[in-house]
């Protein structure tokens, strides 16, 4: 009993680093209809500007938080301009967005490499690593904090989307581009709004990451699964991603923990496979027309 | 317009490639070298061509080597290979084709050291791998591979230490392991270590797996926990193990861990910490040994960071190359190959004794290492019996 | 330059072309996007190994049939062949990204299970795969590859899956069976794939799941998109191009990753179509080219005409 609740702390937690990463995916992908693989880079990136901005410029821990999420936000609009902005003007289908994506997130992993060189780095402790101790339960201090922090930042971004009036732009120009474009909407401003939001969460994404797991070049990598979890719970939709990485996490460990870690992910897949037999657009996806 | 000036610059690219194959001077020998520089192995990549760029800086201010009556310069050629087998045999064909290398030293992984052993034969080229702990980089079928040698003990050898250490001196009866099943170093020391322990008559309870990349092992370590073994092996790299003994530790595991020589690097300690204290690991050599002090603060002095562990293997294929280069008497890959066999010298980490029918260092002792307040601190000399 | 070198790049190319005239069709004709045809390959690569590796003499040794190559390539290829009709009528109902994760899912599930299998090495590989795959065997199945791709675009049922990529809703109103045609071209880009696997398995000699991993997957898209969509020559050319790229930018050292992602950015904005979208290498294709060249030329110089009437009045 007492290992099967550990579990599911265990499976919360990797689903909370999940999300994080995932409602950035799906906010970009409720808009462009395209899975934006460059934001694994960029979240990569906010967990350096976090890790330089505390040990270089001896930032107070929230003022780094604060660089690294509005330096994630410029960059992911940057990106934005340079690599998807041409495409957009010119219609290109959503392929060619996926493979510019693609040959962004090479760059950034490798410009890393190249600059601030290949070794792993370690974020001072900032709180302590003692679990909190709940009989023989241990609850990690950094899985609470970054669990309450993303459960704001998501609360936030949905009151943002909700009640704003360029939230309501954003949730227009997700349900249709064109038309909005045509009621006078700036859809070209919309867009960079939304990943400038992307950003951000990516910047949060990357600091946490890089404090629970150190910083190294390739955490892009990691962000496969919060891409998978996105899916799972629907493209394009905030809570369908909270949603579809929680469970993934929770799969995940109780996989781990009672069948077979060997092959943990290949019953992950399979259910998730299982799933999009019978919803095929996610739990919670929306049921968009084909988009190529 | 931009695809144009695309093309160009590889044209230009191409063209400078073209020019550097060029320019042969008679009076330096070219050794290759390629490992990873990009990638997640980088970090030992980075350090063993350091390593040799620096050693053959040494060499090159005392005038060079001689070999057969005349004096030589010695230049490396070092390419990135990702850490990739196709790039591997990419770069291979070109260290051998078209820089007419004398010899090649690295990789540092057994799965980029298998596939070239194909182009090493036919160019006559032999190669000193580094940290390639496969069996079959040397000997295939029982059969020595002419070309292939390298400077490190075996994965059977490491895998049976660790057992013997965990049951003999730990006093462990119950083990569990935690290993990266997609990595192919983790794999083998794992299955050696089962074998031997469980020859021993000890008992695996827990033989847990997670996959390269993952940064989450609480799922396993829970169950391994709920196991309750004497000591944990834990047979991979240290960002992993750093990442794993911490979430261990949180967890409430307070047991002994054990792991190869995946651990060693200065960034276990400060990734670490307090979670791998009282930790011990099998390694090919004893940091405080005072033979490897020279060579570490050499290294220091110039890059300006601490060695990690390939960089003292490196430095040995450099001697076991030059040494062969000496005794062959001509830079010819051919001759080379044919002194490696009958090598016996004293390199840092041990005494090199290169056995004909296996191209192993032979009798190379392990030493096992304990991390005590942040050192590494030498246990004992073990082998295997 | 030496030829071993030159030649080895050119194998590898080789052997990348007849997966990524696969995914061609797959994607460029009918506008699936794949993630996991890396699996395919180590299907063929495994399978293919299987059939020629000679029988095991030693204990530890991994031993095979024995048989020739030409069993190999066809054991291979069929082996992948016959998964992707499988996966097919599990997935291809699913659309756009949804049919990404599930492939996705398909590759790394195939690589996990062979890490697993120690039959085959696990995840510390297979050496000793005969080195039959030549320079002149590659470039006979890349013949045979782009003969039949060719032919078979050409055809009614090349014509129909254009439609599928083009207006999937339409075609479908039209009397075709959409499902049916994205199954075809699943399966022939399995199995091209597939025969690629055993091609790649036999230049390497050693197997090992780690080569056939997502990256491996995303680099042949890459190589599909790179050469335009729905061109077979573009495939050609992309595969030359890019297999031969990361070689070219070695003089970069550890920058030549950074310039391979720039490029990979600059191609797809500034030629949206990639290399060769939708033209050909023919004398057809050609003509075509001409043809478009002539009217754009018409269509300025009456512009210019009418600015300058413009101008007058």
């Known amino acids: 009993m007492n290992q099967l609740l550990q579990q599911l702390v265990n499976g919360l937690s990797i689903g909370s680093v999940y999300a994080l990463m995932a409602v950035g995916y799906s906010l970009v992908y409720s808009i462009m209809n395209f899975s934006n693989f460059a934001h694994g880079g960029v979240i990569m990136l906010g967990a350096y500007f976090g890790f330089f901005g505390l040990t270089l410029l001896k930032l107070p821990f929230a003022a780094a938080f604060i660089l690294a999420s509005v330096g994630t936000a410029v960059l992911a609009t940057l990106i934005e301009r340079v690599a998807y902005k041409p495409l957009r003007d010119r219609k290109a289908p959503f392929l060619y967005f996926i493979i510019s994506a693609m040959g962004a997130s090479i760059l950034l992993e490798n410009v890393v490499i190249a600059t601030i060189g290949p070794t792993f780095r370690t974020y001072p402790e900032i709180f302590a690593r003692e679990p909190i101790a709940l009989g023989s339960l241990a609850i990690g201090r950094l899985d609470l904090i970054m669990f309450f922090v993303s459960a704001f930042c998501l609360a936030c971004l949905i009151l943002f989307i909700d009640k704003t009036r360029i939230g309501k732009a954003i949730q227009a120009s997700a349900y249709n581009m064109k038309a909005c474009a045509l009621m006078g909407v700036n859809t070209d401003l919309v867009v960079l709004i939304v990943f400038a939001l992307g950003g951000f969460l990516a910047g949060i994404a990357g600091v946490f990451f890089g404090m629970k797991y150190t910083v190294y070049p390739q955490i892009g990598n990691i962000t496969t699964k919060s891409f998978i979890a996105a899916v799972f719970g629907g493209l394009g939709s905030l809570p369908g991603a909270v949603i579809g990485s929680v469970l993934l996490g929770v799969i995940e460990t109780l996989v781990a923990g009672y069948l077979s870690s060997q092959f943990r992910d290949l019953i992950a897949f399979v259910i998730l496979i299982g799933v999009l037999i019978v919803r095929p657009t996610g739990i919670m996806g929306k049921t968009a027309e084909d988009k190529a | 317009m931009r695809m144009r000036a695309l093309l160009c610059s590889l044209l230009i690219a191409a063209v400078a490639l073209v020019g550097c194959a060029g320019g042969q001077k008679v009076d330096t020998i070219k050794v290759g070298w390629f490992g990873a520089l990009t990638g997640d192995q980088a970090v030992w990549g980075e350090n063993e061509l350091n390593t040799v760029k620096m050693l053959f800086e040494e060499y090159n201010a005392k005038g060079g080597i001689e070999v057969g009556g005349k004096k030589y310069k010695l230049e490396v050629i070092g390419y990135d290979n990702k850490g990739d087998a196709q790039e591997a045999v990419n770069v291979t064909k070109r260290l051998t084709g078209q820089d007419k290398v004398v010899a090649i030293l690295g990789p540092n992984a057994s799965g980029n050291a298998i596939p070239i052993a194909p182009i090493l034969e036919a160019a006559k080229v032999p190669d000193i791998a580094t940290v390639a702990t496969n069996p079959k980089v040397t000997v295939m079928d029982g059969k020595v591979k002419p070309y292939n040698f390298r400077v490190c003990f075996i994965d059977p050898y490491q895998g049976a230490v660790a057992a013997g250490y965990a049951f003999d001196r730990l006093g462990a009866r119950k083990a569990a392991i935690l290993y990266d099943v997609s990595d192919d170093y983790s794999q083998g020391l794992r299955e050696f270590f089962k074998a031997s322990f469980t020859k021993k008559g000890g008992q695996i309870v827990a033989d847990e797996s997670f996959n390269a990349g993952d940064v989450d092992f609480r799922p396993q370590l829970a169950k391994i926990k709920a196991a309750n073994p004497d000591v944990i092996f834990m047979p991979y790299f240290f960002k992993e193990v750093a990442l794993s003994a911490n979430q261990a530790r949180e967890l409430g595991i307070t047991q002994v861990l054990l792991g190869g020589d995946g651990w060693p690097s200065e960034q276990l300690i400060s990734m670490g910490g307090k979670a791998v204290e009282g930790c011990y690991f099998v390694n090919h050599l004893d940091y405080a040994d005072p033979a490897v002090a020279d060579y570490k603060a050499r290294y220091k002095a110039k890059y300006g960071k601490d060695t990690e562990l390939n960089g003292f293997l490196v430095h040995d294929a450099v001697l076991m190359l030059v040494d062969a280069l000496k005794r062959a008497g001509k830079v010819d890959g051919e001759a080379v190959a044919k002194a490696l066999t009958t090598t016996d010298i004293q390199g840092i980490t041990g005494r090199i004794k290169i056995g004909a029918d296996t191209h192993n260092p032979e009798g190379k002792d392990a030493a096992i290492l304990k991390i005590v307040n942040g050192q590494y601190v030498f246990q004992e000399k073990y082998a295997a019996n | ?313």
């Open chain 3, 1 to 313: 330059m030496d030829m071993t070198y030159i030649q080895g790049i050119l194998m590898l190319a080789g052997i990348n072309l007849i997966a990524v005239l696969g995914l061609c069709l797959l994607t460029g004709f009918t506008g699936l996007f794949s993630f996991g045809h890396a699996g395919f390959m180590a299907i063929g690569a495994y399978i293919g190994a299987l059939m020629t590796v000679p029988p095991s003499t030693m204990p530890g040794s991994i031993g095979g049939l024995g048989l020739p190559f030409i069993f190999g390539i066809l054991a291979g290829g069929a082996a992948a062949g016959i998964v992707s009709w499988f996966i097919g009528r599990i997935t291809l109902n699913l659309k756009g990204d949804y049919f990404c994760i599930a492939t996705l899912g398909f590759g790394e599930a195939t690589r996990l299970i062979l890490n697993n299998v120690q039959t085959f090495g696990g995840a510390r590989g297979w050496p000793g795969v005969p080195q039959y795959s030549t320079v002149l065997t590659v470039f006979v199945v890349d013949v045979i590859a782009v003969l039949f791709l060719a032919n078979l675009v050409k055809s009614r049922h090349g014509r129909n899956m254009i439609a599928v990529r083009e207006e999937e809703l339409a075609a479908q109103i039209a009397g075709v069976d959409v499902f049916r045609y994205k199954m075809i071209a699943l399966i022939v880009s399995a199995v091209y794939a597939g025969v690629a696997g055993v091609l790649f398995g036999h230049y390497m000699t050693f197997i090992q799941p780690k080569m056939f991993s997502m990256t491996k997957s995303t680099e042949l898209t890459i190589i599909v998109i790179f050469g335009g969509l729905g061109s077979i020559s573009g495939s050609v050319l992309g595969a030359l191009v890019l297999t031969a790229l990361p070689e070219l930018l070695r003089a970069f050292d550890i920058w030549r990753l950074v310039f391979y992602g720039a490029a990979v950015i600059v191609i797809m904005i500034s030629r949206p179509k990639g290399l060769m979208g939708g033209m050909e290498l023919s004398p057809a294709g050609i003509r075509k080219i001409r043809a478009e060249r002539r009217a754009r030329l018409a269509l300025k110089e009456e512009a210019a005409r009418e600015a300058a009437s413009g101008g007058r009045s």
